[in-house]
Every structure is written in C-alpha cells, then in structure tokens.
C-alpha cells in the first residue's frame, strides 16, 4: 500500500488477545524529526555513562541537559506537527528514555551516588516493558510474519500509549538523575532528601510496573488499513 497520513483507525484488542493487523496496515515514514531527536538521545546515553565512571559530572551535567532537551522537544513537535507524529515514535520514545535511564542509573551505581537496590528495580521494570513491547509487535504483526518485516520501522501496526504514572515515575527517575549527578558537584551527596527521593522514586517504580499490569491492554492500539 501507499503512504497514508492521518486515515488509519485505531482499534483496541478486545477479549483475551491482541488483534493481529491487517494486511493493508499502514507504512509511514520513520525520518521524523522527533525520532531522530529520540535517535539522538540514545547516542546521548554512552557518552553520560562514560563521563559519571570518569567521574566528569561537571560535563555530564550539561549532557544530560542537553538529552533533556531533545526529550521536550521531541514530544512537542510531534503534539503541534501531525506529519511528525508517527507509530515509531510512540515506541522509540519511551525506550529512547529507557536506555538513558539504564545507562545513567548503572554508572550512578557504579559511582555509589545511587543505591544497588534501586538501579536493579528500574532495570528489571525496564526490561520486562521492553520485552513486552517486542512481543506486542510480534501479536500485531500479519501473516507471514518474516524477519524483514518484524525489523522494518516502515511498517506500522500498533501505538503504545504510557499509563499516567508512568510519565510520572519517568519524570522522577530524570529528577534522581539531575539530582544525584549535581550532588558531588554541589557536594550534597548524602543528603537526607536525597535519600527521601530515592524512597520515592522506587514507589512510583512499582506503580508504574502495576500500571501496566493492570491496565496493559488499554495502553497498545493496533493499527488497522
């Protein structure tokens, strides 16, 4: 089929399963300016990691800001531009915030301005929404399922929609981040709030994750042409 822009209808899976896309689902075009910003981010995230494990948190506080950046901008000019909105964004968004978080969470760990315990929750919430997220793409995808296809971000078949909590507890994981890479600079590093930020970063952790336990099928639409 043809480039289509704005004619899809999105359709909730009902019942017990999600349902499979058609074989007319929609092809878009991934060159967005917001996934290249999402694109960017993901570069962004190594660069962070190598400068906390070299202890450089004067640079890597800019960096991070800069990742900031582009995760604002990213999300208004796919709110206000409709030709930049795309399917491929509504998951490389969120996983663009899942790697930098992971790799900014490890190397803070590995820096002891984070708590073990902390960095394992987060990853292993990560890690379950991204396998879930592969999954879906799978559920969604029409026969014949190849290789080609499953990997070809051209072809659309289902939005991801983040619970409310979920922004949330993204939010409050970035202010952690802020927070504990500003602390050896600063020299605030064991500071009773920051302790008090680690408690409730890991509540919102777990809130999240029941979110989307519970309200799983509510945050995927399947594409259909």
């Not at 004619?7 to 917001?34: F, M, Q, V």
Request: overall charge positive; glycine content about 6%; aromatic content about 12%.
């Amino acid at each position: 089929p043809g480039p289509a822009a704005g004619e899809d209808a999105a359709a909730e899976a009902r019942g017990g399963r999600w349902g499979k896309a058609s074989a007319t689902s929609l092809y878009e075009n991934p060159w967005t300016i917001p996934n290249m910003l999402s694109m960017t981010r993901i570069g962004l995230a190594p660069v962070l990691g190598y400068l906390i494990i070299e202890e450089d948190f004067n640079i890597a506080l800019g960096v991070f800001a800069l990742a900031g950046l582009t995760d604002l901008l990213d999300g208004f000019i796919a709110r206000n531009w409709a030709n930049q909105k795309s399917a491929l964004g509504s998951a490389l968004d969120p996983l663009a915030d899942k790697i930098l978080i992971s790799i900014l969470y490890i190397s803070l760990t590995y820096a002891d301005l984070i708590p073990v315990p902390l960095t394992y929750m987060i990853i292993s919430r990560d890690v379950m929404l991204i396998a879930a997220v592969f999954y879906v793409r799978y559920r969604t995808l029409p026969t014949p399922r190849t290789l080609s296809k499953y990997f070809n971000p051209c072809y659309a078949t289902a939005r991801l929609k983040p619970t409310f909590i979920s922004k949330v507890n993204t939010a409050v994981q970035l202010i952690l981040v802020a927070a504990s890479l500003a602390a050896p600079v600063f020299n605030y590093a064991d500071s009773i709030y920051l302790q008090i930020l680690w408690c409730f970063t890991a509540f919102t952790t777990a809130a999240s994750a029941y979110s989307y336990y519970h309200y799983g099928r509510k945050t995927v639409q399947v594409i259909k042409g």
